[in-house]
């Protein structure tokens, strides 16, 4: 009888643990508009791609994608620089315009529109 509660009790806390374990594992989705309440924060950000612009003459050749709102009202850019684009089979400003998508990765400000740097195509998921 003793050894069946001390499973059970072992059971639970196992349990308890993992449950714990993989809430602090999943990644936080929200929206643009609240990414700027999460400067510094990894999170994940969906949204629909309102516009995309692959700015080759500028300085680092990024690429924009703009959620929610297009350029110049923009909520939140994911932005993709030149050095990275070889990685993504076609143009990211082809593949995600229009599109909803989730990207992943830390919170940043640039000219007071909050931002995610991608690095690595696995960063952006397509959403149905």
């Known amino acids: ?6 499973l059970i009790i072992f059971v639970f806390l196992v ?3 993992a449950a714990g374990t993989a809430r602090v594992m ?10 700027k309440d999460y400067v510094g924060k990894k999170v994940t950000v969906c949204g629909l791609v309102a516009s995309a612009k692959f700015a ?10 703009n959620l929610d709102r297009p350029y110049p009202n923009q909520i ?15 143009p ?6 229009g599109k909803k998508i989730c990207v992943t990765g ?9 931002q995610i740097v991608v690095s690595d195509p696995s960063q ?3 959403k149905d």
């Not at 999943?26 to 990414?35: D, M, S, V, Y």
């Not at 080759?56 to 994608?65: E, Q, V």
């Not at 830390?106 to 909050?114: A, E, L, Y």
């Open 1 to 6: 009888m003793r050894k069946t509660a001390i």
């Open 15 to 17: 349990c308890v643990l």
């Open 26 to 35: 999943a990644q936080e989705r929200i929206t643009p508009l609240e990414a």
């Open 56 to 65: 080759d003459m500028s300085k680092g050749r990024p690429t924009f994608l």
């Open 76 to 90: 939140f850019t994911v932005v993709i620089w030149g050095k990275d684009r070889d990685k993504f089979g076609t």
């Open 92 to 97: 990211p400003e082809q593949t995600y315009r």
């Open 106 to 114: 830390t919170v940043s400000i640039f000219r007071n529109t909050p």
């Open 124 to 126: 952006i998921s397509i």
